[in-house]
């Protein structure tokens, strides 16, 4: 068999396949974000029965690899009699492991506001929504936007993870060049290329904002 | 729906999940040992008075930090299979975790070395001590117990990802786990069991983590305080 020579056309296989890679990543994030605000308000709940099942819950999620999380969701799904496309079983998966993840960087969060805030809130006659909608959570959402963004990287990062339900995005796409042209150190490091050009700024980024909430608290 | 739930399919294959569990603990400790090392000195590098040096060790770290580990495993198993050397899949694994679990590492105890106290040095300067003796009484040391609590909950993590290397055809949990479902069909209860398997072992990670740094933080212990 005949290495096909590396070319141009294989560069623009490559960036379709980002163009999946954000795809996914935008699909984890968003979902992932709107169910992690929900546990995240569960694990921060009054009733000690909720906060102590919604930990328990997180910390199945987090103690299990996503790429086992994607498998069973594959197959799960697919034995309820639906023929799962690649993308929905990796976005199920990748919403699951997002909200564990991103659950437990907002509750942080919310706790890291000081407790006399509370206490002034419930002083206010504001009820316990009011005080979290008003009060809490505007103060929290300063502190949380660093680690989120941080966590970004850690969803782009994870979405190779889909490749292997045969969901064509960036590390697919480099795996077929891969198996044609036998160029693994280029093929994979211009797929490497491409992640660090999506995953660095956000870094960055969140460097950035971290160093302008310290400057804030001297 | 009617789905048969069929577990027992997987009760013959109980040596082979054992198997499996344990040479992904072999992996992660190995690659535990050798990542911390590799990390914490690629941390002194990064704190080098020599420009070169640091630049290289961050650009190391930003580099691994912000690629995914199974394009990092892709390259090292297949683009060394194509430069002609041919390594054994669990060797490249390892390679591979220790390549990317080092810059963690590095980042990590770089941030504790970082939170070293100016008096602590001043003191130790005026005290004679030599700088490898300072870098590792009053830096290093220090340093790692400082950062402990991240630096385990870093290595839990690479534990989990070790699963990538079933990509390479690794046969540790997940690997095993690919085999099992092809001949039983059971992909669904395969992955259950598997899932717990990871379970456990986590659970066995922490406890054993929260273990030796109880046995090697004795100060913190004997005086009740953080540093």
Not at chain 1, 179 to 188: P, R, W
Not at chain 2, 120 to 143: C, F, K, N, T, V
């Amino acid at each position: 068999m005949l290495a096909q020579p590396f070319t141009l056309a294989h560069v623009g296989y490559m960036l379709n396949g980002v163009l999946w890679t954000l795809a996914l990543s935008a699909l984890a994030f968003v979902f992932g974000g709107i169910a992690g605000f929900g546990v995240m308000l569960l694990r921060i709940s009054r009733f000690r029965a909720v906060r102590i099942a919604s930990l328990v819950v997180v910390q199945i999620v987090q103690g299990i690899p996503l790429l086992v999380i994607l498998f069973a969701v594959y197959f799960g799904l697919g034995i309820f009699g639906f023929q799962v496309a690649p993308i929905i079983a990796a976005g199920v998966a990748m919403m699951i492991y997002s909200a564990a993840f991103l659950a437990e960087i907002w509750r942080g969060c919310v706790e890291a506001v000081p407790r006399t805030q509370f206490e002034a809130a419930e002083c206010l006659a504001l009820t316990r929504w009011e005080a979290l909608r008003k009060v809490i959570l505007p103060q929290a959402f300063r502190l949380a936007i660093p680690p989120t963004v941080g966590f970004m990287v850690q969803v782009v990062k994870s979405t190779s993870l889909a490749s292997v339900v045969g969901f064509v995005e960036l590390t697919r796409a480099a795996q077929i060049i891969n198996n044609s042209t036998f160029q693994s150190f280029l093929v994979f490091g211009i797929a490497g290329a491409f992640y660090f050009a999506i995953c660095w700024p956000l870094s960055a980024w969140s460097r950035t904002l971290e160093r302008k909430l310290h400057v804030g608290r001297h | 729906m009617k789905y048969k739930f069929d577990f027992g399919a997987l009760a013959e294959y109980w040596p082979q999940f054992v198997d499996g569990a344990l040479l992904t603990l072999e992996m992660t400790v190995l690659s535990t040992v050798s990542g911390l090392v590799v990390g914490t000195l690629v941390a002194i590098g990064r704190r080098s008075e020599n420009k070169l040096l640091s630049r290289l060790c961050g650009a190391y770290v930003e580099t691994v930090r912000n690629t995914p580990f199974l394009i990092q495993l892709f390259f090292i198993y297949f683009g060394l299979a194509s430069a002609g050397l041919r390594l054994p899949v669990v060797v490249a694994s390892v390679i591979a975790m220790v390549f990317n679990v080092a810059a963690y590492t590095a980042e990590i105890v770089r941030a504790g070395m970082d939170a070293t106290p100016r008096g602590q040095l001043e003191a130790a300067d005026s005290l004679g001590m030599s700088l490898p003796q300072i870098y590792w009484h009053i830096i290093l040391r220090p340093a790692l117990e400082r950062v402990y609590p991240a630096l385990t909950g870093q290595y839990i993590l690479m534990m989990l990802s070790t699963s990538v290397t079933s990509q390479i055809s690794a046969e540790e949990l997940t690997g095993i786990a690919n085999n099992i479902q092809s001949n039983t069909f059971r992909s669904f209860e395969t992955f259950i069991v598997v899932a717990g398997i990871y379970l456990l072992l986590t659970l066995i990670l922490k406890a054993g983590f929260w273990g030796l740094g109880l046995a090697l933080f004795t100060r913190r212990r004997r005086l009740g305080t953080s540093l």
